[in-house]
């Protein structure tokens, strides 16, 4: 919004609300789902404008909260799409002082346009549909990883409940369907958040037949004017699963300022501003709002379903990591990196480090680097409940990591893409690359001949996105430059810890 805009809406609040803005007071913490940083700017501008109270807002998802929240982590507030998991925990749930609705958005099926006319899905569909058109391999489509944002855990649970028959889908035999099967078969296109998923369909939304999302992004897509083809939004018959961001009183001292933010916040002002903003619907509008599917009742439900999500039913991963291992990487930088695999390969036992681990079924290949290429390390993970001895040996293997020489970082991803080109395609596993270095590129050829050398490759190979982690004296134009090119994000460990940033990583694999 320009500042003429943005200043105009807070007059407006300030107008509609009756009050004059409030001297700035100190500023709160928030445990915020990651869908919410399109609340930075206007909106959290006008709350402190027009309550006094200002929001640091913390960015996380759905499951990770309610571990940091069991753990005992301090904030004033939690701001997430759904409280609905989180007060399945006994131990969170005494934690929620209070909550207030703030605005909805349905997390709804989205078709393209000529795939819904053709299927006469524009007319009628029902979430078995879909999951025999997913089942067959023709209707591919986006979702977030269920574990890392809340748009694919509502969908996954909700549309998993539906397809079982009930709100409990915890029994083995209801989740070993046809249905189950097909709907988790589908999802070609994972991503760790909302905003990036609909991003990552512009790209390659030529093979793909929709996603699932929240409404408001899939309207901004639909508005962007960079899609071939208009995505249809659609609400199956057994109906959809609503976010209403509730705002969480979660520090008893702050209960006044509470107050205050959600006071604004209901008022016709504040729900405007919020519609403009994010496309998300205003409260009043709840009549407006699809049938609801059921959420299931208990942990135990939800955790079954997501297990068998991610160990059965899913298309497994096949995941090369390409490691600097030059000298720059000695002391507690290798020590770090090697952490960070024995986490992945079962170190981490909280809930979220389980369900981040190398999962069954899945390809995990390492290359080394320093000033040449090292030879690669391929493992197969078993089937569930036969995991074991591979994640054993990628432990053994990160301990005896060792350092030497410069840094050959495109050498080392060419390696690695002549790897992948070599088993030829496999389009019944999602295929990533992640680029871990702590240095700028001294040995060897440099990114734009890396780039031009991609160019050449087949369609599989360039399809495969390419996840930098800065680290260290990394370059970040440059890897922000890879990244782009090759479709994938940079995630910086600069000012976080390798093993969460590692961790974050798996939810786009």
């Known amino acids: ?159 998993t409940a539906a397809l079982a028959g009930g709100s409990d889908a915890v029994a083995l035999d209801k989740l070993d369907t046809p249905e189950v099967r097909g709907f988790a078969r589908g999802v070609v296109l994972s991503a760790g958040s909302s905003g990036f998923l609909g991003e990552a369909y512009i790209r390659d939304q030529d093979k793909l037949g929709g996603m699932i999302n929240y409404e408001n992004v899939i309207t901004q897509l639909n508005a962007s004017g960079k899609l071939r083809q208009p995505l249809r939004v659609l609400i199956p018959d057994e109906g959809v699963v ?73 298309r497994p991963a096949s995941t090369t990591f390409v490691l600097d291992v030059s000298g720059s990487m000695q002391g507690e930088r290798l020590d770090a990196l090697k952490s960070s695999l024995q986490a992945l390969a079962g170190g981490d036992v909280s809930v979220t480090g389980r369900y981040a681990q190398f999962a069954p079924r899945e390809q995990v290949r390492f290359l080394t680097f320093s000033s040449k290429v090292h030879d690669l390390k391929k493992y197969q993970v078993g089937s569930s409940g036969h995991e074991g001895a591979a994640l054993q040996q990628i432990k053994d293997y990160a301990k005896q990591l060792q350092i030497q020489g410069g840094t050959a970082i495109y050498d080392a991803l060419t390696s690695a893409l002549q790897q992948l080109e070599g088993e030829g395609p496999q389009p019944n596993r999602i295929r990533t690359v992640v680029l871990m270095t702590d240095g700028e590129n001294n040995e060897g050829m440099g990114l734009h001949d890396f780039l031009a050398v991609r160019a050449a490759k087949p369609q599989h190979v360039r399809d495969v996105r390419i996840f930098p982690i800065l680290f260290g004296e990394a370059s970040p134009d440059e890897m922000e430059e890879l990244a782009r090119a090759t479709g994938g994000r940079v995630f910086d460990a600069r000012s976080r810890p390798l093993p969460s940033i590692f961790k974050e990583i798996r939810a786009y694999q």
């Open 242 to 314: 609503t976010a209403d961001y509730p705002l969480i009183l979660l520090n008893p001292d702050a209960r006044e300022a509470y107050g205050r933010v959600t006071d604004y916040l209901k008022t016709s002002a504040a729900q405007t501003l919020v519609k403009e903003r994010t496309g998300r619907h205003p409260l009043g509008g709840q009549e407006d709002m699809p049938l609801e599917l059921a959420f299931p009742g208990s942990l135990a439900a939800i955790e079954a379903t997501l297990s068998a999500y991610l160990n059965e039913n899913r």
């Open 1 to 159: 919004m320009k500042r003429a805009g943005r200043g105009l809406s807070l007059l407006l609040g300030a107008l509609l609300t009756g009050c004059a803005p409030h001297p700035t007071s100190p500023t709160l913490t928030v445990l915020a789902g990651s869908e919410l940083r399109d609340l930075e700017g206007p909106v959290l501008d006008a709350i402190a404008s027009q309550t006094g109270v200002r929001l640091q807002l913390k960015y996380t998802g759905t499951i990770d909260a309610a571990e940091r929240l069991a753990a005992g982590e301090q904030a004033d507030f939690a701001w997430l799409s759904s409280d609905r998991y989180l007060r399945l925990q006994p131990e969170v749930a005494k934690r929620l002082l209070t909550r207030t609705p703030t605005m909805l958005s349905p997390v709804v099926l989205a078709v393209r346009a000529d795939l819904a006319q053709k299927w006469g899905w524009d007319k009628a569909v029902s979430w078995k549909d879909v999951a025999r058109k997913a089942g067959s391999g023709e209707f591919r489509f986006a979702m977030t990883n269920p574990v890392a944002s809340n748009s694919g855990f509502s969908a996954l649970v909700g549309v």
